[in-house]
């Protein structure tokens, strides 16, 4: 990666965050560069029509804009008639900023967008801008805070901002270096992400083979007459989970009980092996005496139960009480070594038989019943323990090689955000970097 120089000289912005920049940049508002356009779009004259739309999942998944059927967009939206600036409100940490294009279909997006068009402003360059962690800091410290999980900044405070621009051709120097730095960088990054998924893969197929197979590859094997167990151990036996484990079901909390200092409730969304306590909902003191049958016991394996996420799991390994949210599930072993079913839930075949059992339009369910219907080749206890004490050393080590990579990753996305910044408040000069 490159190292730049700074520029010649630099003058104070007058802006504290941004301090000293270069000396033959102008300081401006963003404003008087970036102009916002409004021209809505009614939800009834989206139906029958194939839409292009700018949603903030859509961007944030994959980093574009996706053709919808009208009739599935449920409010009016902007229309994109020109190259647009496209600036989400809503959690201004995660930076989701797009440069949107007119397509060969009615192109419009989220009202959660500020959208902003240029005049006499590189708009890649304005892109990298708002890309900045300078930006991101500044917005994230005006933030006005719905839920933890749903922040939004005043379209005034992203359209109205003090910076320091380059004249225009410097701009586009500035976008063309940071677009082929950036691509680079990615590239790496792609990779790294890559790594990462043939390791997981990886990891749940040791997983899969250790408690479908077991660790001795010369015993002799038997149907087990489930598809998608296939051929077991012979001297193991084929049982249904219902008779190995407890199957229990959460409680549905009504939100207007939720308190800021109170007893956790794991949801689905908190399916994780590292539950981030100080973002979980959580509910009086008292309701874990009341609703005791629905705490939370160390060890206990979480099922997802709906939704997008259904079929995930995690060992809840804290010994922080918690309560249980409706449709998230727990499976507690009693005649089964636990750590080998938590394996068993990891495997492949746990998750090719959810995705069989999955019931549902729109959004797809699984019940108690379900899963306590689902068959598990089963060694004698002694064997089991083998398996499961293979397992933690073979994830062991498989986990360690997976944050070995997920730090690389870190320090890339971190150098990508810092460059970004570099180039755009004039820190480095890039204007004598070539291709």
Same mark, same amino acid.
Not at 60 to 80: F, L
Not at 187 to 214: F, H, N, P, S, Y
Not at 274 to 300: A, M, N, Q, S, T
């Given at each position: 990666?490159?190292?730049?120089?700074?520029?010649?000289?630099?003058?104070?912005?007058?802006?504290?965050?941004?301090?000293?920049?270069?000396?033959?940049?102008?300081?401006?508002?963003?404003?008087?560069?970036?102009?916002?356009?409004?021209?809505?779009?009614?939800?009834?004259?989206?139906?029958?029509?194939?839409?292009?739309?700018?949603?903030?999942?859509?961007?944030?998944?994959?980093?574009?804009?996706?053709?919808?059927?009208?009739?599935?967009?449920?409010?009016?939206?902007?229309?994109?008639?020109?190259?647009?600036?496209?600036?989400?409100?809503?959690?201004?940490?995660?930076?989701?900023?797009?440069?949107?294009?007119?397509?060969?279909?009615?192109?419009?997006?989220?009202?959660?967008?500020?959208?902003?068009?240029?005049?006499?402003?590189?708009?890649?360059?304005?892109?990298?801008?708002?890309?900045?962690?300078?930006?991101?800091?500044?917005?994230?410290?005006?933030?006005?805070?719905?839920?933890?999980?749903?922040?939004?900044?005043?379209?005034?405070?992203?359209?109205?901002?003090?910076?320091?621009?380059?004249?225009?051709?410097?701009?586009?120097?500035?976008?063309?270096?940071?677009?082929?730095?950036?691509?680079?960088?990615?590239?790496?990054?792609?990779?790294?992400?890559?790594?990462?998924?043939?390791?997981?893969?990886?990891?749940?197929?040791?997983?899969?083979?250790?408690?479908?197979?077991?660790?001795?590859?010369?015993?002799?094997?038997?149907?087990?007459?489930?598809?998608?167990?296939?051929?077991?151990?012979?001297?193991?036996?084929?049982?249904?989970?219902?008779?190995?484990?407890?199957?229990?079901?959460?409680?549905?909390?009504?939100?207007?009980?939720?308190?800021?200092?109170?007893?956790? !409730?794991?949801?689905?969304? =908190?399916?994780? #092996?590292?539950?981030?306590?100080?973002? @979980?909902?959580? /509910?009086?003191?008292? *309701? &874990?005496?009341?609703?005791?049958?629905?705490?939370?016991?160390?060890?206990?394996?979480?099922?997802?139960?709906?939704?997008?996420?259904?079929?995930?799991?995690?060992?809840?390994?804290?010994?922080?009480?918690?309560?249980?949210?409706?449709?998230?599930?727990?499976?507690?072993?009693?005649?089964?070594?636990?750590?080998?079913?938590?394996?068993?839930?990891?495997?492949?075949?746990?998750?090719?038989?959810?995705?069989?059992?999955?019931?549902?339009?729109?959004?797809?369910?699984?019940?108690?019943?379900?899963?306590?219907?689902?068959?598990?080749?089963?060694?004698?206890?002694?064997?089991?323990?083998? !398996?499961?004490?293979?397992? =933690?050393?073979? #994830?062991?080590?498989?986990?360690?090689? @997976?944050?070995? /990579?997920?730090?690389? *990753? &870190?320090?890339?996305?971190?150098?990508?955000?810092?460059?970004?910044?570099?180039?755009?408040?004039?820190?480095?000069?890039?204007?004598?970097?070539?291709?």
């Amino acid at each position: 990666m490159p190292t730049l120089p700074p520029f010649p000289s630099y003058k104070p912005s007058g802006i504290d965050w941004l301090g000293g920049v270069p000396e033959h940049w102008e300081v401006a508002r963003t404003d008087y560069y970036l102009t916002e356009t409004r021209n809505s779009v009614s939800q009834e004259l989206l139906r029958g029509k194939k839409v292009f739309h700018y949603s903030i999942p859509a961007v944030q998944e994959v980093g574009n804009g996706i053709v919808e059927d009208g009739e599935n967009i449920d409010s009016s939206k902007t229309v994109i008639n020109t190259t647009t600036l496209l600036i989400s409100k809503l959690n201004p940490r995660k930076g989701t900023i797009i440069v949107a294009h007119p397509s060969k279909y009615l192109t419009v997006c989220s009202g959660e967008f500020i959208p902003l068009v240029p005049d006499g402003m590189e708009i890649n360059y304005a892109e990298y801008i708002y890309k900045s962690e300078a930006i991101r800091q500044l917005l994230a410290s005006q933030v006005v805070s719905v839920t933890k999980s749903h922040q939004r900044v005043k379209p005034d405070q992203i359209k109205k901002i003090w910076w320091a621009f380059p004249p225009l051709p410097e701009q586009h120097t500035i976008a063309d270096f940071l677009d082929r730095q950036t691509a680079k960088i990615d590239d790496l990054i792609a990779k790294k992400e890559q790594l990462i998924a043939r390791l997981k893969e990886k990891r749940q197929a040791v997983i899969t083979q250790a408690v479908t197979k077991g660790l001795d590859s010369t015993v002799p094997m038997k149907d087990s007459s489930i598809d998608w167990l296939g051929d077991v151990p012979e001297h193991w036996e084929v049982k249904r989970l219902k008779y190995l484990a407890d199957l229990l079901n959460g409680y549905a909390f009504d939100s207007q009980t939720y308190v800021d200092d109170g007893i956790p !409730i794991i949801r689905i969304g =908190d399916v994780s #092996t590292d539950i981030k306590w100080d973002e @979980v909902k959580r /509910v009086p003191h008292e *309701l &874990g005496v009341e609703l005791k049958r629905f705490l939370v016991e160390k060890h206990d394996i979480l099922l997802a139960l709906t939704g997008a996420t259904i079929g995930k799991s995690s060992s809840f390994r804290y010994d922080q009480s918690a309560l249980l949210n409706q449709r998230v599930g727990i499976i507690r072993a009693n005649k089964i070594n636990q750590r080998l079913l938590s394996y068993f839930v990891l495997s492949a075949s746990f998750s090719k038989v959810i995705d069989f059992l999955c019931y549902g339009g729109a959004q797809e369910n699984i019940g108690r019943e379900e899963v306590g219907g689902i068959s598990i080749s089963l060694a004698a206890a002694v064997e089991q323990e083998a !398996i499961a004490d293979f397992l =933690d050393r073979k #994830t062991t080590t498989i986990d360690a090689l @997976v944050a070995k /990579v997920e730090t690389a *990753l &870190g320090i890339l996305k971190e150098y990508r955000t810092a460059l970004i910044t570099a180039a755009v408040t004039g820190k480095i000069d890039v204007r004598g970097e070539g291709e």
